[in-house]
């Protein structure tokens, strides 16, 4: 079946610029995750979602960061006024969502997002 | 707070030795551990993980890492690589009780294979 797909794959905008990025879980994942892989750095959480409502998002950086699943599915993470330490690949991950800590996430190819 | 370490952000072994991917974490309490990788313009794949039981877990593609509580360690290894290992691996703990999502990620160890 179709995995964990995300776009655009790249995204290049201007610095002060508002923009959207969209992931497509797996079909019948309720649990969808977004990270920030910075460049030679890990992926850093940022957001998980259960469901349409946001069950942590202890890992946003500052009030410009705003992610939203308003049916339970797809998810859009969307950047105010941009700045160019904003520049990384963000991944999304989905899960089966069961409520168990240890279940797998399954990740996206991640957008890759320059701020010029 | 829960944080994880990579020694070595490259590692370079022969086609046919053993690779052995290094990874401690910092938390007294032990957390769920996780080995994933990631090709080039791929999204991470899981390898293996530790949650409770065995302490030598096996993985895909002939991995395997056993956690030693004694050394907050969980070491990747293989007995023999393959061209095809060449890739960046990722260490990540979540902390029991935590938030499910939350996976606290090393900085990754890039492998690469010599023929």
């Known amino acids: 079946g179709a995995g964990v797909s995300q776009t655009p794959s790249n995204k290049v905008t201007e610095k002060g610029k508002y923009v959207e990025l969209r992931c497509d879980p797996i079909s019948g994942h309720t649990a969808l995750y977004w990270y920030r892989q910075s460049l030679g750095q890990g992926p850093e959480f940022l957001i998980y979602f259960q469901g349409t409502g946001a069950a942590d998002d202890s890992g946003l950086p500052n009030d410009r960061f705003f992610a939203v699943r308003p049916e339970g599915s797809v998810s859009t993470l969307k950047i105010q006024r941009t700045e160019r330490g904003d520049s990384a690949v963000y991944l999304c991950?989905?899960?089966?969502?069961?409520?168990?800590?240890?279940?797998?996430?399954?990740f996206g190819p991640g957008t890759r997002l320059l701020v010029l | 707070a829960q944080s994880v370490t990579q020694l070595g952000s490259h590692v370079s072994v022969s086609e046919g030795a053993l690779v052995l991917l290094r990874c401690n974490y910092s938390?007294?309490?032990?957390?769920?551990l996780f080995w994933y990788v990631q090709y080039p313009n791929q999204g991470l794949q899981l390898l293996l993980k530790y949650t409770t039981g065995a302490t030598l877990v096996k993985g895909i593609n002939g991995f395997e890492a056993e956690f030693k509580k004694s050394e907050t360690s969980f070491h990747l290894t293989k007995p023999s690589a393959h061209m095809s290992d060449a890739a960046e691996y990722f260490c990540a703990a979540l902390t029991p009780g935590g938030s499910q999502g939350n996976l606290i990620f090393g900085k990754g160890t890039k492998l690469s294979v010599k023929p």
């Open positions: 991950a989905s899960s089966a969502g069961t409520n168990s800590r240890i279940e797998t996430q399954y």
């Open positions: 938390s007294s309490v032990p957390p769920y």
